[in-house]
């Protein structure tokens, strides 16, 4: 089964695995769940799941993952889009801007369901390295657990560890927004665990991708 992972930069670490398409539809800035971003935002997914079929070439998987919500958390810290690019940013959690993302998760995915019946689409909680932005992410994700339940892949022990995630940007320096590949074995672990997939070793490391990272990025219009 191929899997799909749609949305920001951070499907980035889902890249270089067999059978494991992330799907980049553009930065933090673009896509986002600000409640002013929301109509870009579903044209954007639902161009990206229709170009799906083309890239492939074939009919492709019934199950969607969605990785959105880490630039919103980033955001709410009040310093615009790169709070990690200056100095002394208080780690705040702005819950009214943080539970109106949800509300926007929310009716994002109950357009997705009426237009895209026929497919399984899931949401994943988000990560981050950047300290000050830790809180927030923590919060969002609870929210995000406590709304969609067994809909939301919940990779939050990553946060617990995050060492372990350290990502780099091309010329090995630490890349503090972004985990490494190896949140994608975290990843399998859950949704085998969910029973989304029943072999492991039909996703090995494997590169495939060699554009933007090791992701697809469409040309996407939404016609």
Partial sequence: MKINIIGDSH????RDRKNIYPLFLGSGKKIN?????????VIKIN?????????YKSSFSDSIYLSL???DCRYQLGHGWYPQNQENVEPIVNKVILNECVRTYSSLLEILDDQWPDKNIFILTTSTHYPAVLPSIKYFNELLLDKFESRCVDLTSALDSLNDYQGSDIIGRPDLIHLSTNISTLFLDRIKEMGHILNMDDYASH?????????????????
Avoid at 33 to 41: F, K, P, V
Avoid at 207 to 220: A, P, W, Y
């Fill in 207 to 223: 590169m495939h991708i060699d554009q933007n990272f090791g992701c697809l990025r469409l040309e996407l219009t939404n016609s």
């Fill in 11 to 14: 499907v980035r670490g889902y």
């Fill in 69 to 71: 919500g880490e630039p």
């Fill in 47 to 55: 161009a990206a799941i229709k170009s799906l079929d083309f890239v």
């Fill in 33 to 41: 769940l600000l409640a002013e971003n929301y109509d870009n935002l």
